[in-house]
């Protein structure tokens, strides 16, 4: 007893050593810094950190002057701290774009919007096929005793009544499918969307972005195999002429629709043909995840890699909310945006890790993980050297005391965060992660979203999730949402700054105890197929 006694004075005397070196350091962190930092990232003058946008590319101008000021090597395209990733814009054409029934013509615009950003012509029969959601694990197949193959499917736009998104597992195409894609899989030569009051209302908002702003894409995400059709929204006008004659009526399918219902499917009369074509003008833009190297000390270890990041980006410009159209995203992710900053410098003006650091500004985040899924694809060091990835993902918000709103009942508390994944792949990671913790700040780590079958998704929803996709262990650090989760209220003045500086210092301390640690995190756990499959 003596002698364990002895060795686990010894281990806390070490662990209390290296914690003191790590917050010696970590100390240069502050709230008036991430507070400087951030007051410029979210400024109007980004317009939103839209992806591409000109405000992001200042964003990363600002971050790369940061990196070049603070000595940190550039790993990007040419000597750059830019990762270029090319994207392709594809704006509706007018001009070129039209649809008929039986002879009769609709324009764009007035009678008709295309629900997808790419060029195509359907023409065929018709079959009304309700919402248009296969749920086998709700007994919901709208599609049995009907033929789609060759025919224009007509669907409800939304889930069906007692159906939310929360609700639907299962593998994809096989144990569900939302309407285009079942379409698409089993034949279809294109689909027609009956609006509902969301889209009837945002019409003229979306007509005008598909002609002048168009969407866009990641040229090397599309696969010549990909299977697609093309597909409008109808506008009342449209639907009459759909439904002309039919069993059911328009108005009696649009009305059953808005609360959830749906007339049971059927094909509509033989006789009846509708046909349409999306032209689409398609021209070539940039953006970049911005990226950055300290290198290790140690001769052998600094060929492997701890990586932090953030996305930079938010949503843009939006629908405007008691005067203000610009989303600036100071929370979502600012606050990410600016602890990986405040990282960077602290190891940048501290001493060296053994291992080297990979800090990554990923853009894209918020049109779907593009520039984490883009740098897996494209690694800038090689993938199996990066022993764990620390994501950072609105950590700038705390639960006020006092504070009834149902839309902040899961903000976390001045003291705790949310960790997600630390302990999913590898039993290591997460010792280090509560050891570092508790032997300098103490924060409540919070693990109520520590599950990938929790129903909010998060471990899906930020770029870590790219990474444990390769097999490398994650934590995710985050604060919750809130009521000004992507609105024009999500502004730098409601930032925590000395909560966050807390939680910045911790994830500091954490990648320097990683990065000088005398093994890797072992990957002891392998997340279900599922969750890794593309």
């Not at 990226?291 to 932090?308: F, Q, R, T």
């Amino acid at each position: 007893m003596k002698k364990a006694g002895f060795i686990l004075t010894l281990l806390g005397i070490l662990v209390t050593a290296s914690a003191h070196g790590q917050g010696k350091n970590a100390n240069s962190i502050t709230a008036a810094q991430l507070r400087d930092y951030l007051t410029f990232i979210a400024a109007d003058e980004m317009e939103g950190r839209d992806t591409p946008s000109r405000g992001l590319n200042t964003a990363a101008k600002f971050l790369a002057t940061n990196l070049s000021r603070w000595g940190l090597k550039p790993v990007g395209d040419e000597g750059t701290y830019f990762q270029k990733i090319t994207l392709q814009r594809r704006r509706t054409d007018p001009a070129q774009t039209r649809a008929e029934v039986n002879g009769r013509s609709f324009n764009f615009g007035v009678d008709f919007l295309n629900r997808e950003p790419a060029p195509g012509t359907a023409s065929g029969a018709l079959v009304y096929v309700g919402h248009g959601w296969l749920i086998k694990a709700k007994d919901i197949n709208p599609y049995a005793g009907l033929d789609i193959k060759d025919k224009i499917v007509v669907f409800l736009s939304g889930l069906p009544k007692g159906i939310s998104f929360r609700e639907i597992r299962g593998r994809q195409g096989e144990d569900l499918a939302a309407p285009m894609t079942y379409a698409a899989k089993h034949g279809a030569k294109g689909a027609i969307a009956i609006p509902n009051f969301q889209s009837l209302a945002t019409w003229e908002r979306n007509r005008r972005n598909a002609v002048a702003n168009g969407s866009v894409v990641v040229e090397k995400f599309q696969q010549s195999n990909d299977v697609s059709i093309p597909a409008i929204t109808a506008s009342p006008r449209l639907l009459n002429a759909l439904f002309e004659g039919e069993k059911e009526s328009a108005t009696a399918i649009f009305n059953r629709g808005l609360g959830g219902e749906a007339v049971a499917p059927f094909e509509l009369r033989p006789d009846k043909k509708a046909s349409f074509v999306i032209g689409i003008q398609s021209d070539q833009v940039f953006t970049q995840n911005v990226v950055a190297v300290l290198e290790g000390s140690d001769a052998k270890l600094k060929n492997e890699y701890v990586a932090i990041g953030a996305h930079y980006d938010h949503v843009g410009i939006g629908t405007p909310a008691q005067g203000d159209s610009i989303y600036n995203g100071a929370d979502d992710d600012g606050s990410g945006t600016v602890a990986v900053m405040a990282i960077a410098e602290a190891f940048a003006r501290g001493p060296r890790p053994k291992r080297s650091i990979l800090f990554v500004w990923h853009c894209g985040e918020e049109k779907g993980l593009w520039g984490s899924r883009y740098l897996m694809e494209n690694p800038l060091v090689p993938l199996p050297q990066i022993v764990a990835q620390l994501n950072i993902d609105m950590i700038g918000r705390s639960k006020k005391d006092g504070d009834a709103n149902s839309e902040n009942a899961e903000l976390t508390g001045a003291n705790e965060v949310y960790v997600i994944g630390s302990k999913m792949m590898s039993t290591d990671l997460g010792v280090v992660s509560e050891r570092v913790n508790k032997s300098y700040f103490n924060l409540t780590f919070n693990y109520k979203y520590d599950d990938p079958n929790d129903p909010n998704r998060f471990f899906f929803r930020s770029d870590h999730f790219n990474y444990a996709q390769k097999g490398i262990p994650i934590i995710f650090y985050f604060s919750g949402v809130h009521e000004d989760y992507h609105q024009a209220s999500d502004s730098s003045d409601k930032i925590d700054y000395q909560r966050m500086e807390k939680i910045t210092r911790t994830i500091y301390a954490t990648a320097w105890e990683l990065a000088n640690a005398k093994s890797r995190p072992k990957v002891d756990k392998k997340l279900p197929a599922e969750l890794t499959a593309n």
